[in-house]
């Protein structure tokens, strides 16, 4: 058994595709993971999924990074909650 990882991981795109499988990665590890894509739906999904079967712990941000302001609105949230990436 791998000695969980001491670390919060920011997965953008982390609802599906590769974001999905790197959070698989992340979580079977025991970081931390702070999951960001435009759909709330998948990323509730994946927030269950990944904490059923890894217990993992899971913060999910919807925010569609393709948005001018977006990157900023992201990092004062994570700014705001004191998340440390």
Known sequence: MT????????????????GYELARVF????????????GAPALAGAQATLGRDFQAS???????LAQP?????????LRESRTQV
Do not use: C, F
């Open 58 to 64: 899971v913060t999910v941000i919807p925010k569609d």
């Open 27 to 38: 979580a079977v590890q025991g970081a931390r993971l702070i999951l960001v894509a435009r």
């Open 3 to 18: 000695t969980p990882l001491n670390l919060t991981v920011l997965i953008t795109g982390g609802s599906s595709g590769i």
């Open 69 to 77: 302001a977006a990157v900023g609105e992201l990092m004062a949230e």
